[in-house]
């Protein structure tokens, strides 16, 4: 019987992300860093622009995407860790991470201040810009292998004695185009959102009422297919991803890993870890990459046992 290699510490990473063909992991701390999955050994690392905060690799997983907290993006070479553009936009302001269309040629992200763009991956031209005014976008992410554009709307505060705005999400098609968006949720306090690996479905983490929901809803009508009260998660404890087969999410608690099968959102699992803030899957396998304030992770884990 082979033994199962030990984990692989990964310090303080605020992300992870392993490569679309599953070889390499990126971690994002205080320098955005390479690793080869199979041999456990880090390729390359840098600090290419400061306060890094979102990352994403291309479709074909020979570039990767980082932006900072203050919305400076740049683009850098995977194989060899080299910068290959820095989009000098340091006035755009924090807001989603970025997101590639699926050519690998743009590349799109949202703003806290409503602000979607989409950029020339090349050279950093902006190509395309829409205005949303009063919101944030929150997140931004590639659904059906990247066909289509996942928007996290989050509606900013409003004068008193008037009513909030339920928060949403919006689907574009590529090219995004003026007015192309199609909101496909609406609902109050979303604090996160993960589509399923097929984009069918949309699991959501909000809040109404002093309590906490996990949801899970179609994706081209809305409709509740879904949701249980769950914990207050706290601190950067709102992190959801779908396992790649489908059958579960993950999800960040404070101080631990839930996961929920589906369907039916039981709870199968909970890992106890310190300070999680980041979670993601290598398809067809049982490793998954922590990302934590403190002493991220590359693991085993076994998800589908029953919780203690």
């Keep these: 019987m082979t033994a199962r290699p030990k984990p692989l ?18 971690v994002l701390g205080r320098e955005l860093a390479l690793w080869d999955v199979a041999a456990r050994s880090k390729l390359w690392r840098g600090k ?49 991470g ?44 590639a659904i059906d292998g990247g066909r289509r554009l996942l928007i996290q709307h989050g509606v900013k505060s409003v004068d008193e004695g008037q009513v909030q705005p339920p928060d949403y999400c919006s689907v574009w098609d590529w090219p995004l185009q003026a007015g ?39 994706i081209d009508d809305g409709r509740q297919l879904a949701t249980v009260p769950v914990e207050a998660g706290g601190g950067a404890g709102n992190a959801l991803r779908w396992l790649p ?17 589906w369907p039916g959102l039981d709870v199968l699992a909970q890992e106890d870890f310190t300070y999680p803030c980041a979670l993601d899957f290598l398809p067809g396998t049982p490793l998954a990459a922590i990302g934590s304030w403190e002493a991220g992770m590359l693991t085993d884990l076994n998800v589908h046992k029953e919780s203690a």
């Design 48 to 96: 290419f622009i400061a306060h890094m905060s979102g990352m994403a690799f291309s479709p074909d997983g020979s570039r990767i995407a980082i932006k900072s907290t203050t919305g400076q993006m740049a683009v850098v070479d995977a194989q060899s860790g080299q910068l290959l553009l820095n989009f000098q936009n340091k006035k755009d302001r924090e807001g989603s």
């Design 180 to 218: 192309g968006g199609r909101v496909v949720l609406s609902l109050p306090g979303i604090m996160s959102c993960a589509p399923s690996p097929d984009g069918a479905r949309l699991a959501v983490l909000h809040h109404a009422g002093g309590d906490e929901y996990l949801s899970v809803h179609a």
């Design 245 to 261: 087969d489908g059958s579960a999410l993950g999800r960040i608690g404070k101080g631990k890993l839930l996961f929920y099968g």
């Design 98 to 141: 970025p997101a590639w269309s699926p050519c690998g040629q743009h590349l799109a992200d949202g703003g806290w201040d409503g602000r979607l763009r989409v950029r020339d991956a090349q050279t950093g031209e902006v190509l395309f810009m829409q205005e949303h005014a009063g919101e944030m976008l929150r997140d931004a992410c």
């Design 9 to 26: 510490k990964l310090g303080c990473s605020y992300g992870v992300r392993f490569s679309p063909d599953g070889t390499r992991l990126a």
